[in-house]
């Protein structure tokens, strides 16, 4: 998954004297209040870290409270999402307008329904909703699954991710991980256009300016079985 990043930091926390005692402790506390939170320093959202201490001594500051800095130097783990960057998620709700999931246990995210393609369709199966694909069966969508999105846009304040399914490289990872390969060759492609196709005559056609539903061929031999009947 796009959107993680390492980052190494080289920083000065400052401390009160009262903590002098235990300063690692001390130093741990500090950086955990950035977990989970937005950074304009880091340009994301910092997961994770691992502190050195690079001085064994620490800089005492003048004033009212001489606060002391600790320099040290910390490895990061950045979450930084961006648009057109490729994200995975499980979804926790789905519905006609929209499919709602969560991004590495904490983020938030939604595809409204005008970034869903068209090839993916809305459909109740045992009263639950699934998004199913007009062309591959076996690509569903459902509760539970974990959905690849493209990232349309980042709340920074609320950590709320805005996404898309329109790209064809987008959507239920189970399925494009085993069968987006195949689905992408030459002859499926050929195949996929002629679905297309035949979907979108919303089986009519025009003849001499009058629209007129089409007939197959079984329907004819029944309506001809049924003038016979109709005859004798």
């Not at 307008?97 to 970034?115: K, P, Q, R, Y």
């Amino acid at each position: 998954m796009e959107g993680l990043s390492k980052s190494v930091a080289d920083l000065i926390v400052y401390e009160h004297p009262s903590q002098s005692k235990d300063v690692d402790k001390a130093i741990l506390r500090e950086l955990s209040s950035l977990l989970f939170k937005y950074s304009q320093a880091f340009d994301g959202v910092v997961l994770a870290y691992s502190v050195e201490p690079q001085d064994k001594c620490a800089r005492i500051l003048s004033g009212v409270h001489p606060y002391f800095g600790v320099r040290l130097q910390a490895n990061m783990l950045i979450f930084s999402p961006k648009p057109n960057m490729l994200l995975e998620g499980k979804v926790v709700k789905l519905t006609r307008e929209s499919i709602h999931c969560i991004v590495l246990g904490f983020s938030s995210a939604i595809v409204t329904d005008e970034n869903i393609r068209n090839e993916l369709k809305y459909k109740s199966k045992h009263g639950e909703g699934v998004y199913v694909s007009r062309y591959h069966k076996r690509h569903v969508i459902k509760v539970g699954a974990v959905i690849r999105f493209v990232v349309k846009s980042l709340d920074e304040e609320i950590l709320h991710i805005s996404g898309s399914l329109i790209s064809a490289n987008t959507g239920s990872v189970h399925w494009l991980d085993k069968y987006y390969a195949d689905a992408g060759t030459d002859s499926n492609k050929k195949a996929r256009r002629q679905n297309e196709e035949e979907v979108e005559m919303q089986e009519q056609v025009t003849v001499g300016g009058e629209t007129l539903p089409l007939v197959n061929d079984h329907e004819v031999k029944r309506s001809k079985k049924r003038r016979r009947a109709e005859d004798q």
